[in-house]
């Protein structure tokens, strides 16, 4: 059964073309809807994550080296593999801040994100199967290479990372070049 254009019932043997249409058209609408809501919360959760484990409290952190951008980079591109894994890793932070102080993990106080993150780092939640601390010291790789890495991959915006470390630009670089050339 499916709805018409009028909001009446109608039989799938009486399905116009035109309905049927409509219907695939809908639902690929509501399919596409969904990936990019997940893909914007799986982003905003690991940004939220990455900002913890390198926080800005005394000087330059994550947020200020866009680690989240590089991470988004990272995932789109060369780890394009472990995308499924940090996509349900966010959702699992995520579930678990809602259950618990019924609000997003991105939306959690940093006390409270901590405390999450803490226990995903011993492997604590309750997600039995799941891989977290392994995910969590992934998590915190990739988070310390878009602190760190060449801004040319996304992070290290403005080299915010290399100067709070002390660290020179490559003596290869142009004024201006991102990529050294």
Known sequence: MIF?????????????????????AVAVLASRAA????????AAV???????????DDGPGAREAKVGRFIERQLA??????RPA???LARLLDLHARRVFHVPFAALTQPDQDAVLGQLSRGALPARGFPQAELFRAL?????????????H?????ESGWRAIGFAAPHLRKPGDPHGH
Do not use: M, V
Request: net charge negative.
């Open 86 to 88: 940090f996509e349900q």
């Open 77 to 82: 591109g060369e780890l394009s593999g472990l």
């Open 46 to 56: 690991l940004e939220a994550a990455a900002c913890r484990i390198l926080p800005s």
């Open 35 to 42: 990936a990019q809501q997940d893909a914007t919360d799986t």
């Open 140 to 152: 915190h790789t990739l988070t310390l290479e878009g602190f760190l890495s060449d801004p040319a």
């Open 4 to 24: 018409d254009s009028r909001g009446h019932l109608e039989a799938l043997g009486k399905l116009s073309r035109r309905a049927l249409l409509g219907s695939a």
């Open 154 to 158: 996304g992070g290290n915006d403005g």
